[in-house]
């Protein structure tokens, strides 16, 4: 079965650093999206993407943080300067259609743990 | 903005006994999903309902959209120690793509 795939599983970082974290979302898949969760918390919603543009974001995704998708395969999250409070996990997921119809899904990548110390 | 809860936090129940989280929006929401997340490991997509009093059943596990549309339930019959991990729902209002998730139920079944 297709799955998402995210590497580095996990990462550790100085605060002030730039990281970025791939994902290589399911191949015919078109919407593809970045999660973030704080150990023990809920999953929280960073950004959502499609046709190579982001297509809807939270508060939290500020100008510190930008995706792309710089060939076919992979998606990247970047954080510019780490602050303490981004160590968290970060999933990566895709959808085919973007959750519109009712048949649709949602596939979650294993997640890039990222430590910032 | 949205806020979306569930209830309860925890639940610890006996191999065969019943349980059911319940999942309840700020507002008004277009879909809602529902995700199992094992300990350690990533969210995995149960099932989406769409429909205003929608019932979907997948095995054990019966899945419930609300007529307002505000609220959601996941019943699971006759559990199993495979039924452990932190169930979420999580809802889009409005814009499909930025789902807002819930705060969890983390289930554990004693054997």
């Known amino acids: 079965e297709p799955e998402v795939t995210q590497t580095p599983s996990h990462q550790v970082t100085q605060m002030g650093q730039e990281v970025i974290l791939r994902c290589v979302p399911i191949?015919?898949?078109?919407?593809f999206y970045w999660y973030r969760q704080i150990l023990g918390q809920k999953v929280e919603f960073l950004v959502s993407?499609?046709?190579?543009?982001?297509?809807?974001k939270s508060e939290i995704f500020d100008d510190q943080f930008s995706v792309e998708r710089p060939d076919g395969s992979n998606f990247t999250l970047k954080i510019r300067s780490t602050k303490l409070e981004d160590s968290a996990m970060y999933f990566c997921?895709?959808?085919?259609?973007?959750?519109?119809?009712?048949?649709?899904?949602?596939?979650f990548g294993p997640g890039t743990r990222l430590t910032v110390l | 903005g949205q806020q979306v809860m569930q209830i309860p936090q925890y639940q610890h129940v006996q191999e065969g006994e019943d349980f059911t989280t319940y999942c309840n929006s700020s507002t008004t929401l277009s879909n809602i999903q529902w995700y199992k997340q094992r300990p350690g490991g990533h969210p995995v997509f149960l099932i989406q309902?769409?429909?205003?009093?929608e019932v979907k059943k997948q095995k054990r596990l019966t899945f419930q959209f609300g007529e307002a549309k505000k609220n959601s339930s996941l019943h699971i019959t006759a559990t199993q120690t495979t039924d452990v991990g932190t169930y979420f729902c999580?809802?889009?209002?409005?814009?499909?793509?930025?789902?807002?998730f819930g705060t969890g139920t983390k289930l554990q079944v004693i054997p």
């Open positions: 309902l769409v429909k205003s009093g």
């Open positions: 997921a895709s959808s085919p259609r973007g959750l519109i119809v009712n048949t649709d899904t949602q596939y």
């Open positions: 999580a809802g889009n209002s409005g814009g499909y793509q930025k789902v807002t």
């Open positions: 191949s015919n898949h078109l919407y």
């Open positions: 993407f499609y046709n190579n543009e982001i297509s809807e």
